[in-house]
């Protein structure tokens, strides 16, 4: 990791880590028998869950918002430089 990315990375607020790595998680492990799954899987090859990964209704949400946020703020230091 480059010393600008270990910066970045010291930034980030704990929750927003936490809340990214509980998104990634729903999209490798099963919700059922948190087994080893794809995000491409219709079913769990351990127990058939159907939808394995599937990622919380909010993600995408949440995520959208930020690119917003972060288009937002780009624009506005680019108006005051």
């Known amino acids: 990791m480059?010393?600008?990315t270990a910066q970045l990375a010291g930034r980030v607020p704990e929750p927003v880590k936490q809340w990214f790595r509980s998104r990634?998680?729903?999209c490798v492990h099963c919700c059922q028998c948190d087994g080893d799954v794809t995000p491409w899987d219709t079913y769990c090859p351990n127990c058939g869950q159907r939808n394995p990964a599937k990622i919380a209704t909010c993600a995408p949400i949440y995520l959208a918002l930020g690119f917003v946020l972060l288009a937002m703020i780009v624009s506005a230091l680019i108006l005051v430089l």
């Open 24 to 26: 990634i998680r729903e």
């Open 2 to 4: 480059s010393h600008l």
